[in-house]
């Protein structure tokens, strides 16, 4: 076991996405800039991820050719591939049967039947790359593709040389992703059937691995303040809240940061033309550029343009749009949107641009290189979450200068307020409909001005969040966890 830390700590992370390697969501971003953020702190941070088909990394080195390891009456044998980057070691787990597949979680709308032996081994060799490779003062589990780690150290390796001082921290980035399995699935993941008892791993008539991180680690965090409240009310619990609230001592909320090498109006490359705070010209050219690329009249220029850039899901909040379109079209604006999920918003985002081809774009899929483009070019960003645990997009969108429209839950509460953008409270279209019409009164004002000033001043860079990670890495150390 590595030495009790003081104000440097050997981290190993472990997660299911990390940038630039594979993302599909916040926590790709979370995994591709904390780590590089805390090893800029001097931590020696090391994150170990799955090594998927679709992985985009490189050269690989061999860290270990095999690491061989039971999970339930499975047989496993495991390559260790690694790579170096921004100070940072990853560790890929190549196991083809799990991870040679066309998706990460899944395909043709469907998760694999079999993720909860996928990542669960990912687990398994996480505890062999932490015996062998890399001794961490501290195990830093993401989600529940992670979750099964703390049961394992807690219930199966117990007493175990290797982990008996082993440190735990388990980071909620969605509290609605539980990873559910059906009760059998216990025996395939080498835990004992007594942890499928709803005073354990049991949750809506089946087990899940989210609870195991929530019961099994010294501490928890989630991805704001605000979402860490949330999270211990029937609301927003997702029938997890009692347990949440018994553990409250141990949670706190950490604001997921922006990564300004990458999201940065003076420096992106992807974008129209560059610009800062001061030098607002650009922005126009980026506005321009978009409608152009967007398929929309030019002569919208001088209206307000409102971006979305987002996951579709049922969080997401687009059902409100759904209930109000005629009436969003109705007003003096053009709507462009990208993102993909869930079809039915798919469907009615493409029928909204065909009603009204000469007022709203609609880009189903994900490209990068958009997501860059729609915030530099739009005056607004549209973000009416149902819940939102933190979001980057509202965040990326302030540096822009690209005010967000918001539901006031979650993290996007935490990051805007009354000078950067626009929030409604109860989850209603009449109400998204409001604060819209009362952003649009001053649109182009002496006050907007103001307020991309005041956008594009705010710092929500990973430096500060490290920082309240490093704290927690400190408080296990300080106190009696085990």
């Known amino acids: 076991m590595a030495a009790t830390i003081g104000t440097v700590a050997k981290i190993l992370m472990v997660g299911s996405e990390a940038l630039p390697f594979v993302k599909s969501g916040g926590l790709g971003h979370v995994l591709g800039a904390l780590p590089k953020a805390l090893a800029g702190l001097g931590h020696q941070v090391a994150v170990v991820l799955p090594r998927y088909r679709s992985l985009i990394a490189g050269d690989l080195t061999v860290a270990q050719e095999r690491l061989g390891f039971a999970l339930?009456?499975?047989?496993?044998?495991?390559?260790i591939l690694s790579q170096r980057r921004n100070d940072v070691t990853y560790f890929f787990v190549q196991i083809p049967e799990l991870y040679d597949r066309t998706g990460v979680y899944g395909e043709n709308g469907g998760d694999y039947p079999d993720n909860?032996?996928?990542?669960?081994?990912?687990?398994?060799?996480?505890?062999?790359?932490?015996?062998?490779?890399?001794?961490p003062d501290v195990v830093h589990c993401h989600d529940w593709q992670a979750g099964l780690l703390p049961a394992l150290v807690r219930q199966v390796y117990r007493g175990h040389a290797a982990y008996q001082d082993l440190k735990l921290i388990f980071t909620i980035h969605n509290l609605g992703y539980q990873g559910l399995f059906p009760a059998a699935a216990l025996e395939g993941l080498s835990l004992p059937p007594r942890l499928a008892a709803l005073d354990s791993l049991g949750l809506h008539g089946s087990i899940s691995l989210l609870k195991s991180g929530l019961l099994y680690s010294d501490l928890l965090t989630t991805v704001s303040p605000r979402y860490a409240d949330e999270i211990q009310t029937p609301e927003f619990g997702f029938g997890l809240e009692d347990l949440l609230r018994r553990r409250q001592a141990d949670l706190t909320g950490i604001l997921n940061g922006a990564d300004y090498t990458e999201w940065n109006p003076l420096t992106d490359g992807k974008i129209a033309a560059r610009y800062d705070r001061e030098r607002l010209a650009g922005k126009r050219e980026c506005k321009r550029a978009l409608l152009r690329e967007m398929g929309l009249p030019a002569d919208l220029e001088n209206k307000p343009l409102i971006g979305i850039v987002s996951r579709f899901a049922s969080q997401k909040g687009f059902d409100l749009v759904a209930q109000i379109p005629h009436e969003v079209a109705a007003e003096d604006?053009?709507?462009?949107?990208?993102?993909?999920?869930?079809?039915?918003?798919?469907?009615?985002?493409?029928?909204?641009?065909a009603m009204y081809p000469r007022k709203v774009a609609v880009r189903v899929g994900f490209h990068d290189g958009l997501a860059h483009r729609i915030h530099s070019g739009s005056?607004?960003?549209?973000?009416?979450?149902?819940?939102?645990?933190?979001?980057?997009?509202?965040?990326?969108?302030?540096?822009?200068?690209?005010?967000?429209?918001?539901?006031?839950?979650?993290?996007?509460?935490?990051?805007?307020?009354?000078?950067?953008?626009?929030?409604?409270?109860?989850?209603?279209?009449?109400?998204?409909?409001?604060?819209?019409r009362a952003a649009l009164r001053i649109y182009g004002s002496p006050r907007w001005n103001e307020m991309q000033q005041a956008a594009m001043s705010r710092d929500f860079s990973w430096d500060g969040s490290a920082r309240l990670y490093s704290e927690q890495y400190r408080r296990l150390f300080a106190s009696n966890y085990c």
């Open 72 to 79: 339930g009456r499975s047989e496993f044998s495991a390559r």
């Open 379 to 436: 005056d607004m960003l549209l973000v009416p979450s149902r819940y939102e645990p933190c979001g980057l997009a509202q965040i990326h969108s302030l540096r822009y200068g690209t005010l967000p429209l918001v539901r006031a839950t979650g993290g996007l509460d935490d990051t805007i307020d009354g000078d950067t953008g626009f929030k409604f409270w109860g989850y209603t279209s009449s109400e998204l409909l409001d604060c819209l």
């Open 116 to 135: 909860h032996v996928r990542f669960g081994a990912l687990c398994r060799a996480a505890l062999g790359i932490a015996h062998q490779l890399f001794v």
């Open 333 to 353: 604006l053009a709507l462009v949107v990208h993102g993909d999920g869930d079809r039915a918003t798919e469907d009615f985002f493409r029928w909204f641009a």
